[in-house]
């Protein structure tokens, strides 16, 4: 099993140019979940899926987008990148909703200039 | 609002050394805890979780960690550290019902030879 994996690495962007990560987790694991990671700050939870075709949002859902069309993948969508969205960003996966123990992706680092 | 809170940001200790990562969290009822851990570059992974039971857990790489209820506590321990434990480490507490994990700011710990 590769587990769960992002991509891009790393990413530059300009302020207002939009972009997907991508995540895929090949576990068959019904949640799947984003978090960025900021300094001092940990992880903070951005959306969150419960299964396909189901998204709810988390603690810093503005300025992002998701969707789960498949079990197996849970892109994240920024729509108009901001310098405050520069960030590395983790995807998370986990058996269902009662396991909590979460799986994690490498990390994309985004910068937004 | 629930909160996790990692009073040390950066801890230095020399190998051979014990070591104890302090974790508090503000929550109304027992939450499930873990610890992650984070080397450079990479992403998360479970060192150790509790649900319920025996309040001490071992985890993987020789460590574990206490659940002390009256303290609101959920304290790492190792009693010999390795150079290759330098890393970032979170305590994390996951909500009964709401299949989030709320984490705490991470303390970065290095090792002396």
């Known amino acids: 099993n590769a587990g769960v994996t992002q991509t891009p690495k790393f990413q530059v962007l300009k302020t207002g140019q939009s972009m997907t990560l991508q995540c895929a987790q090949d576990?068959?694991?019904?949640?799947m979940s984003w978090y960025r990671q900021d300094p001092g700050m940990g992880l903070r939870l951005i959306h969150y899926?419960?299964?396909?075709?189901?998204?709810d949002q988390g603690e810093v859902p503005n300025g992002y987008n998701v969707s789960r069309s498949t079990t197996e993948d849970f892109p994240l969508r920024l729509l108009s990148a901001a310098p405050s969205q520069t960030s590395v960003y983790f995807c998370a996966s986990s058996y269902n909703r009662g396991s909590y123990e979460q799986y994690f992706g490498p990390g994309t680092r985004l910068t937004v200039t | 609002a629930q909160s996790v809170t990692q009073p040390d940001i950066h801890i230095t200790v020399s190998e051979g050394a014990s070591l104890e990562l302090r974790c508090n969290y503000s929550y109304g009822a027992t939450p499930y805890l873990f610890w992650y851990v984070q080397s450079p570059g990479q992403g998360l992974q479970l060192l150790l979780k509790?649900?319920?039971?025996?309040?001490l857990v071992q985890g993987i790489k020789g460590f574990e960690a206490e659940f002390k209820r009256s303290q609101s506590s959920f304290n790492l321990r190792k009693p010999s550290v390795h150079w290759s434990d330098a890393a970032e480490y979170f305590c994390a507490v996951g909500l009964q019902g709401a299949q989030k994990l709320v984490f705490g700011q991470g303390t970065r710990l290095t090792i002396n030879p």
């Open positions: 509790y649900f319920s039971g025996d309040t």
């Open positions: 899926s419960v299964g396909a075709g189901i998204t």
């Open positions: 576990m068959n694991h019904e949640y």
